[in-house]
C-alpha cells in the first residue's frame, strides 16, 4: 500500500531556530494536512492545503508557520522561530479527495524537541 | 465546535476476550465518525468509517463500531482480542453538513495480555 513519508523522524533545535519538517504525500493525492499531538494530548489539527494554497488553517497555526509545496511532490511545514511549546509529534496526512467522506493517510511522523 | 471524548486512558483486555474502546463526540449537525489505529514508531492508520447507512460498521482485522445517535458515541469493539491489537486507537469526527477539519480524541491504549 502507498504510503505518506515524513523525514526526519525526530528534529531536536534550539528555541528561537527555524525548522523545516518535510513530507511525501502519495503521489495522486491532492489534498496535505499536517496535525500535531503534544505529548499526553489530543492530535490537534493545524493546517489543510489543497491546489497550492490554504485551504483551512487553525489558531494553532499563527505568522510562525507557514507550509509550501515546493515541487510536485515534497510538502513542507516551517517554523519560523520555535518555541518550547511546539515540542510535539507532527504528523503529515494526505488524501485523494476533500470531501469529508474521505479517509486521511498519515505518515509516521516527526518528533521535535525544542531546547 | 465539534469535539471527541475518549473517556480512557488505556483500556486492558486478555487475548481472546472481547474489547471496546469508547467514543463519544459532539458535532453540529450529522457526523462522519472514524477510527484509527497507531502502531509504535508508525502513523495512524485508518480502520473504519461510519457515513450514512447501517449502524454497525465493520473494518479492518475484525474491528467494528456501532454508531449511536442518541448516545452520540461511536465505541471501537472486537469480539476476540488479540496481542498484536496493542496500539494506540484515535477516535475522530467531521461535521457532515460542510466542509470541516477532522478533530481527534486523544487516544485510548489498548493492551492485550496473552
Known amino acids: 500500500e502507498p504510503e505518506v513519508t515524513q523525514t526526519p523522524s525526530h528534529q531536536v533545535t534550539q528555541m528561537g531556530q527555524e525548522v523545516i519538517l518535510r513530507c511525501v504525500p502519495i503521489?495522486?493525492?491532492?489534498?496535505f494536512y499536517w496535525y500535531r499531538q503534544i505529548l499526553g494530548q489530543k492530535v490537534e489539527f493545524l493546517v489543510s492545503?489543497?491546489?497550492?494554497?490554504?485551504?483551512?488553517k487553525s489558531e494553532i497555526f499563527d505568522d510562525q508557520f507557514s507550509v509550501e509545496r515546493p515541487d510536485g511532490s515534497n510538502f513542507t511545514l516551517k517554523i519560523r522561530s520555535t518555541k518550547l511549546e511546539d515540542s510535539a509529534m507532527y504528523f503529515c496526512?494526505?488524501?485523494?479527495?476533500?470531501?469529508?467522506?474521505?479517509?486521511?493517510?498519515f505518515g509516521s511522523g516527526t518528533q521535535l524537541s525544542v531546547l | 465546535a465539534q469535539s471527541v471524548a475518549q473517556p480512557e486512558d488505556q483500556v486492558n483486555v486478555a487475548e481472546g476476550n472481547p474489547l471496546t474502546v469508547k467514543c463519544t463526540y459532539s458535532?453540529?449537525?450529522?457526523?462522519?465518525l472514524f477510527w484509527y489505529v497507531q502502531y509504535p514508531n508508525r502513523g495512524l492508520q485508518f480502520l473504519l468509517k461510519?457515513?450514512?447507512?447501517?449502524?454497525l460498521v465493520k473494518g479492518s482485522y475484525g474491528f467494528e463500531a456501532e454508531f449511536n445517535k442518541s448516545q452520540t458515541s461511536f465505541h471501537l469493539k472486537k469480539p476476540s482480542a488479540l496481542v498484536s491489537d496493542s496500539a494506540l486507537y484515535f477516535c475522530?469526527?467531521?461535521?457532515?453538513?460542510?466542509?470541516?477539519?477532522?478533530?481527534f480524541g486523544k487516544g485510548t491504549m489498548l493492551l492485550v495480555s496473552p
Open positions: 496526512a494526505s488524501s485523494q479527495g476533500g470531501s469529508g467522506r474521505e479517509k486521511l493517510f
Open positions: 503521489s495522486n493525492h491532492l489534498y
Open positions: 492545503f489543497y491546489n497550492n494554497e490554504i485551504s483551512e
Open positions: 458535532v453540529s449537525g450529522n457526523p462522519y
Open positions: 461510519y457515513i450514512t447507512g447501517d449502524n
Open positions: 475522530a469526527v467531521r461535521d457532515a453538513s460542510g466542509y470541516s477539519t477532522l478533530t
